[in-house]
T-cell receptor, first 113, second 113 residues
Framework: AQSVTQLDSQVPVFEEAPVELRCNYS??????LFWYVQYPNQGLQLLLK??????LVKGINGFEAEFNKSQTSFHLRKPSVHISDTAEYFC???????????FGTGTRLKVLA | SAVISQKPSRDICQRGTSLTIQCQVD?????MFWYRQQPGQSLTLIAT?????????ESGFVIDKFPISRPNLTFSTLTVSNMSPEDSSIYLC??????????FGPGTRLTVL
């Protein structure tokens, strides 16, 4: 069965510094990959998605992610973070051909002034 | 995309009682999902609710505890029955309008005393 690992439960980073949030999934079959952000006391908002094509995916708010099939990873990056990026970030995987998401445990990004 | 609203946004309930959560979508969608997010944890799929058919429950979730209605293509309800403190969670509905991504509602924050 598919599983998703977000190794870092919390990532503190100073404002304007770069950040990478890691996501690995277990199965190498064809997958769809997603990153969602959850701001305090809010629902989930889609940041970006990989369905096919270019392995570098750009999303909203300056975030991007790279799909690496050989390493079964989909790490999220931002070159310069803002205080407003403080939130919980979830990676999700769906085997293509199914509709079910498997979520990672989340990474809490805390941007420090 | 889709705009989703949930009612109530939060509630505090006594053990042994039941709470019905409503999910309203601004467009007609076939596939709707209910998730649970326990404190400090990731999202777990409770069930899939497609209009015109019985909800499909994931392992560990049963209809007697979490009855779901889906009377039309824009609305669904999830009832949390005979609540205990372990049911304290955020409950989120999501929809899959037609592409491969899901869009989430703002969630219902439930506290059971």
């Amino acid at each position: 069965a598919q599983s998703v690992t977000q190794l870092d439960s919390q990532v503190p980073v100073f404002e304007e510094a770069p950040v990478e949030l890691r996501c690995n999934y277990s199965s190498s079959v064809s997958v769809y990959l997603f990153w969602y952000v959850q701001y305090p006391n809010q629902g989930l908002q889609l940041l970006l998605k990989y369905l096919s094509g270019s392995t570098l995916v750009k999303g909203i708010n300056g975030f991007e992610a790279e799909f690496n099939k050989s390493q079964t990873s989909f790490h999220l990056r931002k070159p310069s973070v803002h205080i407003s990026d403080t939130a919980e970030y979830f990676c999700a995987v769906s085997d293509s051909g199914t509709y079910k998401y498997i979520f990672g445990t989340g990474t809490r990004l805390k941007v420090l002034a | 995309s889709a705009v989703i609203s949930q009612k109530p946004s939060r509630d505090i309930c006594q053990r042994g009682t039941s709470l019905t959560i409503q999910c309203q979508v601004d467009s007609q969608v076939t596939m709707m999902f209910w998730y649970r997010q326990q404190p400090g944890q990731s999202l777990t799929l409770i069930a899939t609710a497609n209009q015109g058919s019985e909800a499909t429950y994931e392992s560990g979730f049963v209809i007697d505890k979490f009855p779901i209605s889906r009377p039309n293509l824009t609305f669904s309800t999830l009832t949390v029955s005979n609540m205990s403190p372990e049911d304290s969670s955020i409950y989120l509905c999501s929809v899959r309008p037609g592409g491969n991504e899901q869009f989430f509602g703002p969630g219902t924050r439930l506290t059971v005393l």
